[in-house]
């Protein structure tokens, strides 16, 4: 497997973090310009924002959170050589799971759904933890 396939997932997943952090700019700065929300409103990270802004901005700062994991493990496993086709497979489950929770976060945002779509995306993720440390270990050992 080519070290493009396998870098793939995160590239789609950077990508998924880019273009939610754009659109939160542009309403960010849509809803400053037009009075909605005043700077010193929100200079201290005040949660003043108009309720959509709020919503794409959490969406946004979701891709900062549990992705870190999947970026170190992904790059843990190419520098260790212990990539292969099921972390590949597992990689673009989280990664998937992310675009879903994202799309459901900034539509319909029902928890109900997106807990389980997160729930899936973690269980793939600390699948690959555990499989890239067991492997790190047990050539380790050998």
């Known amino acids: 497997m080519s070290i493009q396939?396998?870098?793939?997932?995160m590239f789609a997943q950077v990508a998924l973090t880019?273009?939610?952090?754009?659109?939160?700019?542009?309403?960010?700065?849509?809803?400053?310009r037009s009075g909605a929300v005043k700077p010193e409103q929100i200079a201290l990270r005040e949660p003043?924002?108009?309720?959509r802004v709020?919503?794409?901005?959490?969406?946004?700062h979701n891709q900062?959170?549990?992705?870190?994991?999947?970026?170190?493990?992904?790059?843990?496993?190419?520098?260790?050589?212990?990539?292969?086709?099921?972390?590949?497979?597992?990689?673009w489950m989280f990664v998937l799971s992310r675009?879903?929770?994202a799309?459901?976060?900034?539509?319909s945002n029902r928890?109900?759904?997106?807990?389980?779509?997160?729930?899936?995306?973690?269980?793939a993720l600390l699948l690959m933890w555990v499989i890239v440390v067991a492997r790190i270990l047990l050539f380790a050992s050998a």
């Open 5 to 9: 396939a396998i870098l793939m997932p």
């Open 18 to 32: 880019f273009v939610l952090l754009f659109w939160m700019g542009f309403l960010r700065t849509r809803a400053l």
């Open 48 to 51: 003043h924002w108009p309720l």
């Open 54 to 60: 709020l919503q794409i901005g959490n969406a946004f």
């Open 64 to 91: 900062l959170e549990l992705p870190v994991l999947f970026y170190v493990v992904t790059l843990l496993a190419l520098m260790t050589e212990t990539l292969d086709v099921i972390l590949y497979v597992l990689s």
């Open 99 to 101: 675009f879903v929770h």
């Open 103 to 107: 799309y459901i976060h900034v539509t």
């Open 111 to 123: 928890l109900d759904r997106r807990g389980g779509v997160f729930g899936v995306g973690a269980i």
